[in-house]
């Protein structure tokens, strides 16, 4: 296959070098006598247009008590900030500078520089924090030694700081659209996160559940090399990438463990465990269309991904190749034809060994079962069709068939098929109404994993409304359902344990309105409702280890959302707006089984109501020719509804002000 590829590859290749497009163009087609006689257009000339610049500067103050994820992405802390603005258009040369930073660790930055349409540049940099979630763990049982807990990083707080960039470079060449494009991305990302595990895995005398900092210190690199030109009839795009990703140098644990007796044995002795492994991949890709006019568009797409686990040496190959067909038959029908082609080859290594630092004769190697492979085709065939004036319907059916190797050690099927076949119509009844409606339907046989159904039904419907000039209303409602009968659990023996079914339920409502009875005000208003509810058998272990299987356990979480928005302007020289979100998230577990309901019930661990706010208000006031203050405010809460001891849940406020002073040239 990889030697198909090349072929393929040389000949595009081939196809698309200067000295081909040289040969195709020598034949131009002849001049009308009308156009050798008209005279030639005299050259346009740009105007001329002034620089524009602006530049602000202010402080942003922070206040805040409590768990730090009341506001995820805000870097908590009090800071300078500085923003500015430049637009440069001299022709051939036109530039664009923005730029912002709210403190060291929030920013933004977008640089854009072209020359005529022969160079074309762009650069984006965004930097942010997340703040991340500190979990306790529990004793259920303080009496027994195991299972325990060990809690390393008791009172400390959790964030990421992400450094993201893409560049992308293009060059043309003169009076013939041929390119050549480079686009570079970057994401670094530096901070701590918790770590959980089970310390007495792998034959350890206890199981302590743990929890420790872990040092992140990762960097993603993904350079894209790229050719692609207009033959005639065709389009074509041939790419080459490189992607890498370095885990830093504190990427594993360490942890002493006892002796294991028997096959394979094991000395005592510490040993890592949680490794991120390092990985490189490379990816080719060639893409060819025909020119988007005409009654008959095709499209094929090919690509070759492969990756690389630098520790343990697995390689994986993903191949996917696809193909479209869209035929315009009348100017109110059309039909199309998809196929997408994917393989998945993966090649691990039959064992890993674990070594012991404080002694290196001491190893420990255990059987690595064979990943599983795949090969998906799916064709998908569809027809759209106007019957007449504000009325289109479309029918769509596709077919996936999945076939898998080196199944069975994890007692999937080795085939799986799926039929879904849709219908949707878009309707305009009356002037300023459209209607939306979509359903679903999906089949699947053999499907591979419990949470996987074997039938599914979805329908949605939206309304879009301008009853009144000054008044628009949307509002839209999805609800689906799922089914899966024979579920199963494999066993530490090699075992099936079966159950019988897994249903689903999820329903979304989303509104909005918007009022703009006033000139100088804009009034928003909506709301999000979602609700999902799964029944399912789940399996647990007795006390002595045997399984057993507690029929419908239910697991419910819903959201409601409100938001009010609006805008003010009540002179020439001042703006307000402002906002306000409130949100409940609930969410509850409640097997009944008595095992599962001492010494603390299970579904403690998962009962939580949450409320949300969120208010914010900004305001700007001209003080004169290019010169304004802003003003900004935003207040943050989260609260824990039912005081659960349980839930991961914590209470904090925050409150960040920013005000700025701007100039503009």
Do not use: C
């Not at 020719?625 to 207040?635: A, D, N, P």
Request: glycine share 6%.
């Amino acid at each position: 296959m990889k030697k198909s590829f090349f072929i393929i590859m040389v000949s595009i290749l081939i196809l698309s070098s200067p000295a081909f497009m040289a040969f195709s163009a020598a034949a131009p087609e002849q001049a009308t006598a009308a156009e050798e006689a008209a005279p030639a257009d005299e050259a346009y000339v740009f105007p001329s247009i002034a620089p524009e610049a602006s530049f602000s500067a202010g402080y942003r103050h922070v206040d805040f008590s409590g768990s730090s994820r009341v506001d995820e992405y805000e870097y908590l802390k009090k800071s300078l900030a500085v923003a500015g603005e430049y637009r440069l258009f001299r022709f051939p040369h036109r530039f664009h500078l923005d730029i912002s930073a709210k403190n060291s660790k929030d920013y933004f930055g977008d640089i854009n520089y072209s020359y005529e349409d022969v160079v074309l540049f762009r650069g984006l940099f965004r930097g942010l924090y997340h703040n991340l979630d500190t979990l306790s763990l529990i004793d259920l049982n303080p009496a027994t030694p195991s299972p325990g807990v060990l809690q390393r990083d008791t009172d400390l707080s959790y964030g990421v700081r992400w450094n993201m960039s893409n560049v992308f470079l293009r060059f043309k060449t003169h009076d013939f659209p041929f390119h050549v494009y480079f686009d570079g991305t970057s994401i670094i990302r530096k901070g701590s996160q918790q770590q959980r595990f089970l310390l007495g895995s792998g034959g350890n005398s206890s199981i302590i559940r743990t929890s420790q900092a872990r040092e992140i210190d990762w960097k993603t690199q993904n350079l894209v090399v790229g050719i692609n030109s207009h033959l005639g009839p065709l389009e074509l795009d041939i790419s080459h990438g490189e992607k890498r990703f370095d885990s830093g140098n504190s990427n594993v644990f360490f942890d002493s463990y006892t002796a294991v007796t028997g096959t394979p044995a094991r000395a005592a002795g510490i040993y890592p465990h949680n490794l991120i492994p390092d990985f490189k991949g490379s990816t080719n890709a060639v893409k060819l269309h025909t020119s988007y006019t005409g009654g008959l568009v095709a499209s094929m797409t090919l690509s070759n991904y492969s990756s690389e686990n630098q520790y343990s040496g697995a390689k994986a190959d993903y191949l996917v190749g696809a193909g479209d067909i869209i035929w315009t038959l009348k100017p109110n029908l059309q039909a199309y034809l998809k196929y997408r082609h994917k393989e998945v080859s993966i090649d691990n290594p039959e064992s890993a060994t674990m070594t012991d630092t404080t002694n290196p004769a001491n190893t420990y190697t255990y059987a690595v079962e064979h990943a599983v492979t795949s090969i998906t085709d799916t064709v998908n065939a569809g027809i759209k069709y106007r019957p007449f004036k504000g009325v289109s319907v479309r029918a769509d059916y596709a077919y996936d068939d999945i076939r898998r190797d080196h199944v069975a050690t994890l007692a999937i099927p080795e085939g799986t098929r799926k039929h879904t076949a849709s219908l949707s119509a878009d309707i305009r009844p009356v002037r300023g109404l459209i209607l939306q409606a979509r359903y679903a339907h999906k089949e699947i046989d053999n499907p591979a994993y419990n949470i996987d159904p074997s039938r599914s039904d979805e329908g949605k419907i939206s309304a879009t409304w301008l009853p009144f000039p000054v008044v628009s209303t949307t509002i839209s409602y999805g609800i689906s359902s799922e089914h899966r009968n024979d579920i199963h659990w494999l066993e530490t023996d090699g075992s099936t344990t079966h159950g019988d079914e897994r249903n689903v339920n999820r329903n979304r409502l989303v509104g909005s309105v918007t009022l703009t009875a006033l000139k100088n005000v804009a009034i928003t208003g909506s709301f999000v409702y979602i609700h999902n509810k799964i029944e399912q058998d789940i399996e647990y272990h007795s006390a002595t280890g045997t399984p057993q299987v507690y029929p419908s356990a239910l697991n419910r979480d819903m959201v409601q959302s409100y938001s009010l928005d609006m805008t003010y302007t009540p002179g020439r020289k001042t703006s307000i707006t402002g906002g306000i979100t409130h949100s409940i998230s609930s969410g509850s577990f409640n097997p009944l089984s008595p095992v599962l309901l001492q010494p603390v019930s299970v579904a403690s661990f998962s009962e939580m109501k949450m409320r949300e706010t969120v208010l914010s208000t900004s305001g700007e006031y001209r003080i004169n020719k290019g010169t304004s203050i802003g003003l900004q405010y935003k207040f943050s809460e989260i609260r824990d509804a039912l005081n659960n001891p349980y839930d991961d849940i914590e209470n904090g406020r925050a409150h960040i002000v920013l005000l700025t002073l701007s100039k503009k040239w």
